[in-house]
Protein backbone atom coordinates (compact mmCIF):
# COMPACT_ATOMS: atom_id res chain seq x y z
CA UNK A 1 0.00 0.00 0.00
CA UNK A 2 1.56 3.07 -0.81
CA UNK A 3 2.09 6.12 1.79
CA UNK A 4 0.75 9.63 1.07
CA UNK A 5 3.88 11.91 0.50
CA UNK A 6 4.16 14.69 2.99
CA UNK A 7 5.81 17.05 0.60
CA UNK A 8 3.44 16.81 -2.33
CA UNK A 9 0.72 18.10 0.12
CA UNK A 10 -0.69 21.61 0.57
CA UNK A 11 -3.70 22.79 2.80
CA UNK A 12 -6.73 22.81 1.04
CA UNK A 13 -6.17 19.01 -1.10
CA UNK A 14 -9.21 17.42 -0.71
CA UNK A 15 -7.95 13.88 -0.16
CA UNK A 16 -11.06 12.17 0.11
CA UNK A 17 -15.05 12.24 0.08
CA UNK A 18 -17.57 9.67 0.67
CA UNK A 19 -20.93 8.84 1.83
CA UNK A 20 -22.26 6.19 4.65
CA UNK A 21 -25.12 5.41 6.10
CA UNK A 22 -26.56 3.71 9.29
CA UNK A 23 -29.41 1.47 9.83
CA UNK A 24 -30.14 0.40 12.97
CA UNK A 25 -28.80 -2.72 12.71
CA UNK A 26 -25.69 -0.85 12.45
CA UNK A 27 -26.20 0.96 15.65
CA UNK A 28 -27.06 -2.42 17.85
CA UNK A 29 -23.91 -3.59 15.88
CA UNK A 30 -21.57 -0.94 17.36
CA UNK A 31 -23.61 -1.39 20.53
CA UNK A 32 -22.56 -4.90 21.22
CA UNK A 33 -18.81 -4.06 19.62
CA UNK A 34 -18.28 -1.61 21.82
CA UNK A 35 -20.23 -2.16 24.83
CA UNK A 36 -21.93 0.98 24.73
CA UNK A 37 -25.39 -0.16 25.39
CA UNK A 38 -27.45 3.20 26.23
CA UNK A 39 -30.78 2.62 25.17
CA UNK A 40 -31.06 6.04 23.51
CA UNK A 41 -29.38 4.34 20.47
CA UNK A 42 -31.82 1.54 20.63
CA UNK A 43 -35.02 2.16 22.07
CA UNK A 44 -37.32 4.90 20.78
CA UNK A 45 -39.21 5.16 24.20
CA UNK A 46 -36.40 5.46 26.11
CA UNK A 47 -34.51 7.95 23.21
CA UNK A 48 -38.07 10.30 23.85
CA UNK A 49 -38.45 10.57 27.14
CA UNK A 50 -34.51 11.43 27.19
CA UNK A 51 -35.77 14.82 25.16
CA UNK A 52 -34.68 13.16 21.53
CA UNK A 53 -36.82 12.84 18.69
CA UNK A 54 -36.37 8.70 18.43
CA UNK A 55 -32.71 6.91 18.17
CA UNK A 56 -29.68 8.25 17.50
CA UNK A 57 -26.55 6.94 16.63
CA UNK A 58 -23.55 6.59 19.31
CA UNK A 59 -21.52 10.19 18.50
CA UNK A 60 -18.89 7.68 18.36
CA UNK A 61 -19.40 5.85 15.85
CA UNK A 62 -20.09 8.47 13.90
CA UNK A 63 -16.57 9.47 15.02
CA UNK A 64 -15.06 5.85 14.45
CA UNK A 65 -16.50 5.38 10.93
CA UNK A 66 -15.91 8.76 9.01
CA UNK A 67 -11.72 8.59 10.17
CA UNK A 68 -11.76 5.41 7.92
CA UNK A 69 -11.04 7.82 4.87
CA UNK A 70 -8.02 8.93 7.12
CA UNK A 71 -6.19 5.57 7.93
CA UNK A 72 -7.12 4.36 4.40
CA UNK A 73 -5.84 7.41 2.34
CA UNK A 74 -2.56 7.20 5.07
CA UNK A 75 -2.15 3.47 4.27
CA UNK A 76 -1.49 2.91 8.04
CA UNK A 77 -3.94 2.74 10.91
CA UNK A 78 -1.50 3.22 13.06
CA UNK A 79 -0.56 6.76 11.50
CA UNK A 80 -3.59 8.13 13.07
CA UNK A 81 -1.34 9.86 16.11
CA UNK A 82 -4.52 11.76 17.33
CA UNK A 83 -7.85 12.70 16.92
CA UNK A 84 -10.50 14.46 18.26
CA UNK A 85 -14.28 16.07 17.29
CA UNK A 86 -16.74 17.52 18.85
CA UNK A 87 -21.00 16.13 18.61
CA UNK A 88 -22.16 19.11 17.60
CA UNK A 89 -25.92 17.34 16.41
CA UNK A 90 -27.41 14.32 16.89
CA UNK A 91 -27.50 11.83 14.27
CA UNK A 92 -31.24 10.79 13.95
CA UNK A 93 -31.94 7.21 12.59
CA UNK A 94 -34.91 6.22 11.04
CA UNK A 95 -36.57 2.81 11.21
CA UNK A 96 -36.97 2.02 8.71
CA UNK A 97 -34.36 3.60 6.66
CA UNK A 98 -31.04 5.06 6.98
CA UNK A 99 -29.40 8.15 7.96
CA UNK A 100 -27.14 9.43 5.20
CA UNK A 101 -23.29 10.84 6.53
CA UNK A 102 -21.52 13.08 3.99
CA UNK A 103 -17.72 13.18 4.80
CA UNK A 104 -15.36 15.12 3.18
CA UNK A 105 -11.27 15.01 4.26
CA UNK A 106 -9.12 18.21 3.46
CA UNK A 107 -5.67 18.64 4.18
CA UNK A 108 -5.91 21.64 7.22
CA UNK A 109 -2.05 22.15 8.09
CA UNK A 110 1.30 20.44 7.01
CA UNK A 111 3.97 20.06 9.73
CA UNK A 112 7.22 18.98 7.86
CA UNK A 113 9.23 18.76 10.85
CA UNK A 114 7.29 17.20 13.05
CA UNK A 115 6.23 15.01 9.80
CA UNK A 116 2.49 14.81 10.65
CA UNK A 117 -0.42 16.50 8.24
CA UNK A 118 -3.57 17.59 9.58
CA UNK A 119 -6.75 15.93 8.27
CA UNK A 120 -9.94 18.16 8.54
CA UNK A 121 -13.18 16.17 8.38
CA UNK A 122 -16.69 17.93 7.28
CA UNK A 123 -19.21 15.67 8.16
CA UNK A 124 -23.00 16.25 7.55
CA UNK A 125 -26.47 14.60 7.37
CA UNK A 126 -28.33 16.83 5.29
CA UNK A 127 -25.93 19.71 4.66
CA UNK A 128 -25.80 20.13 8.99
CA UNK A 129 -22.73 19.83 10.33
CA UNK A 130 -22.66 16.81 13.08
CA UNK A 131 -19.28 16.69 13.90
CA UNK A 132 -17.54 19.83 14.78
CA UNK A 133 -13.37 20.24 14.79
CA UNK A 134 -13.00 17.05 13.43
CA UNK A 135 -9.46 16.50 13.13
CA UNK A 136 -6.92 13.91 12.54
CA UNK A 137 -2.92 14.05 12.95
CA UNK A 138 -1.84 11.59 10.88
CA UNK A 139 2.01 10.87 10.95
CA UNK A 140 3.25 10.31 7.65
CA UNK B 1 -26.13 18.36 39.00
CA UNK B 2 -22.90 16.52 38.71
CA UNK B 3 -21.54 16.28 41.89
CA UNK B 4 -18.59 19.10 41.92
CA UNK B 5 -16.45 17.37 44.76
CA UNK B 6 -15.39 14.28 42.40
CA UNK B 7 -13.22 17.44 40.54
CA UNK B 8 -9.41 16.23 40.51
CA UNK B 9 -9.97 12.84 41.80
CA UNK B 10 -7.32 9.77 40.09
CA UNK B 11 -8.98 6.21 40.10
CA UNK B 12 -5.96 3.99 40.06
CA UNK B 13 -4.52 1.55 37.85
CA UNK B 14 -7.61 -1.28 37.21
CA UNK B 15 -7.86 -4.54 36.54
CA UNK B 16 -6.13 -4.96 33.00
CA UNK B 17 -8.20 -5.10 29.51
CA UNK B 18 -7.21 -8.08 27.44
CA UNK B 19 -7.11 -6.93 23.26
CA UNK B 20 -8.16 -9.80 21.46
CA UNK B 21 -7.98 -10.43 17.85
CA UNK B 22 -11.43 -11.24 17.62
CA UNK B 23 -12.20 -7.86 19.40
CA UNK B 24 -10.57 -5.65 17.29
CA UNK B 25 -11.90 -7.37 14.15
CA UNK B 26 -15.33 -7.01 15.43
CA UNK B 27 -14.81 -3.41 16.48
CA UNK B 28 -13.37 -2.82 12.93
CA UNK B 29 -16.58 -4.54 11.52
CA UNK B 30 -18.84 -1.91 13.48
CA UNK B 31 -16.95 1.23 12.43
CA UNK B 32 -16.52 -0.11 8.78
CA UNK B 33 -12.81 -0.06 9.18
CA UNK B 34 -11.77 -2.26 6.14
CA UNK B 35 -7.94 -1.41 6.34
CA UNK B 36 -6.49 -5.26 5.93
CA UNK B 37 -4.05 -4.09 9.51
CA UNK B 38 -7.10 -4.95 11.52
CA UNK B 39 -8.40 -7.89 10.02
CA UNK B 40 -5.10 -10.03 8.61
CA UNK B 41 -2.46 -10.77 10.53
CA UNK B 42 0.02 -11.01 7.15
CA UNK B 43 -0.99 -7.49 6.34
CA UNK B 44 -0.39 -5.90 10.34
CA UNK B 45 3.10 -7.74 10.55
CA UNK B 46 3.60 -6.12 7.02
CA UNK B 47 3.28 -2.88 8.13
CA UNK B 48 5.55 -3.44 11.04
CA UNK B 49 2.78 -4.51 13.61
CA UNK B 50 3.39 -7.66 16.17
CA UNK B 51 -0.23 -8.79 15.76
CA UNK B 52 -3.48 -6.70 14.62
CA UNK B 53 -3.68 -3.07 14.77
CA UNK B 54 -7.16 -1.49 16.45
CA UNK B 55 -8.87 1.21 14.98
CA UNK B 56 -8.27 5.17 16.03
CA UNK B 57 -11.24 4.88 18.22
CA UNK B 58 -10.66 1.61 19.79
CA UNK B 59 -9.50 2.95 22.70
CA UNK B 60 -13.16 3.65 23.60
CA UNK B 61 -13.89 0.91 24.43
CA UNK B 62 -11.33 0.17 27.53
CA UNK B 63 -12.04 4.29 28.23
CA UNK B 64 -15.80 3.66 28.69
CA UNK B 65 -15.10 0.58 31.14
CA UNK B 66 -13.01 2.56 33.23
CA UNK B 67 -14.70 5.50 33.30
CA UNK B 68 -17.98 3.42 34.47
CA UNK B 69 -16.24 3.46 37.92
CA UNK B 70 -16.44 7.04 38.55
CA UNK B 71 -19.56 7.88 36.41
CA UNK B 72 -21.85 4.64 37.01
CA UNK B 73 -20.91 6.18 40.86
CA UNK B 74 -24.44 7.38 42.21
CA UNK B 75 -22.71 9.57 44.21
CA UNK B 76 -21.00 11.23 41.45
CA UNK B 77 -24.84 12.50 40.24
CA UNK B 78 -24.52 11.65 36.63
CA UNK B 79 -28.14 10.79 35.53
CA UNK B 80 -27.55 8.63 32.29
CA UNK B 81 -30.81 9.41 31.08
CA UNK B 82 -29.85 13.09 30.50
CA UNK B 83 -26.14 12.75 28.88
CA UNK B 84 -24.58 13.67 25.34
CA UNK B 85 -21.71 13.03 24.69
CA UNK B 86 -19.95 16.37 23.58
CA UNK B 87 -16.55 15.77 22.67
CA UNK B 88 -13.87 12.74 22.22
CA UNK B 89 -10.10 13.00 21.92
CA UNK B 90 -7.59 9.69 21.35
CA UNK B 91 -4.16 10.63 21.17
CA UNK B 92 -1.95 7.79 20.49
CA UNK B 93 1.58 7.50 21.67
CA UNK B 94 1.31 4.26 20.25
CA UNK B 95 -0.97 2.07 18.41
CA UNK B 96 -3.28 -0.61 19.95
CA UNK B 97 -2.40 -3.71 19.16
CA UNK B 98 -3.76 -7.29 19.74
CA UNK B 99 -2.15 -9.37 22.62
CA UNK B 100 -1.78 -6.10 24.42
CA UNK B 101 -2.68 -6.03 28.10
CA UNK B 102 -4.22 -2.68 29.06
CA UNK B 103 -5.02 -0.86 32.00
CA UNK B 104 -6.31 2.90 33.06
CA UNK B 105 -6.15 5.07 35.02
CA UNK B 106 -8.52 7.28 35.42
CA UNK B 107 -8.45 11.26 36.08
CA UNK B 108 -11.87 13.73 36.62
CA UNK B 109 -10.30 16.93 35.69
CA UNK B 110 -13.08 19.40 35.44
CA UNK B 111 -16.98 19.60 36.93
CA UNK B 112 -18.57 22.33 35.40
CA UNK B 113 -22.55 23.33 36.00
CA UNK B 114 -23.82 26.80 34.26
CA UNK B 115 -27.41 27.15 34.80
CA UNK B 116 -29.28 23.49 34.68
CA UNK B 117 -25.91 21.87 32.80
CA UNK B 118 -23.23 20.18 34.00
CA UNK B 119 -20.15 19.69 31.97
CA UNK B 120 -17.55 16.74 33.36
CA UNK B 121 -14.16 15.92 31.47
CA UNK B 122 -12.75 13.01 32.63
CA UNK B 123 -9.30 11.35 31.39
CA UNK B 124 -7.86 8.10 30.85
CA UNK B 125 -4.38 6.91 30.74
CA UNK B 126 -3.84 3.86 28.73
CA UNK B 127 -0.64 1.86 29.71
CA UNK B 128 0.17 -1.37 28.09
CA UNK B 129 1.30 -3.91 31.10
CA UNK B 130 4.34 -5.42 30.28
CA UNK B 131 4.17 -9.27 29.56
CA UNK B 132 4.82 -11.11 32.65
CA UNK B 133 2.81 -8.78 34.86
CA UNK B 134 -0.81 -9.63 35.67
CA UNK B 135 -1.89 -7.20 37.65
CA UNK B 136 -0.77 -3.69 38.05
CA UNK B 137 1.44 -2.47 41.04
CA UNK B 138 0.28 0.22 43.39
CA UNK B 139 4.26 0.81 43.93
CA UNK B 140 5.28 0.94 40.31
CA UNK B 141 5.30 4.61 39.06
CA UNK B 142 3.79 3.95 35.43
CA UNK B 143 1.58 0.50 35.06
CA UNK B 144 3.98 -0.06 31.64
CA UNK B 145 4.37 1.64 28.55
CA UNK B 146 2.49 4.91 27.93
CA UNK B 147 -0.51 3.47 24.85
CA UNK B 148 -3.17 6.27 24.76
CA UNK B 149 -4.51 9.29 26.10
CA UNK B 150 -8.46 9.52 25.99
CA UNK B 151 -10.54 12.43 27.17
CA UNK B 152 -14.26 12.81 27.04
CA UNK B 153 -16.53 15.95 27.94
CA UNK B 154 -20.02 14.40 28.75
CA UNK B 155 -23.05 16.93 29.03
CA UNK B 156 -25.76 16.32 31.87
CA UNK B 157 -28.93 18.17 31.85
CA UNK B 158 -30.65 18.72 35.00
CA UNK B 159 -33.99 17.82 35.71
CA UNK B 160 -35.23 21.80 34.52
CA UNK B 161 -33.16 21.75 31.45
Same mark, same amino acid.
Request: glycine share 8%.
Given at each position: ???????????????????????????????????????????????? $? +? *???? #??????????? %?? !????????????????????????????????????????????? $? +? *???? #??????????? %?? !????????? | ?????????????????????????????????????????????????????????????????????????????????????????????????????????????????????????????????????????????????????????????????
Amino acid at each position: MTRPDLAALSVGDVIGQRTVTFDRAALVRYAGASGDLNPIHWNDRFAQ $E +A *GLPG #VIAHGMLTMGT %VV !GLVTEWAGDPGAVVDYQTRFTKPVEVPNPGVATIDVTATIGAVDA $E +A *GTAR #VDLAVTVDGAK %VL !GRAQAQVRL | MANADFEGRVYPADAPYSVGREKIREFAVAVGATHPAHHDLVAARGLGYPDLVAPPTFAVVVAQRTEAQYVRDPEAAIDFSRVVHADERFTHHRPIVAGDELTTVLHVDRIVSRGAISMVTTRCEIYAMPQHVEVPSPEAETPGEHVATVTSTLAIRGEDA
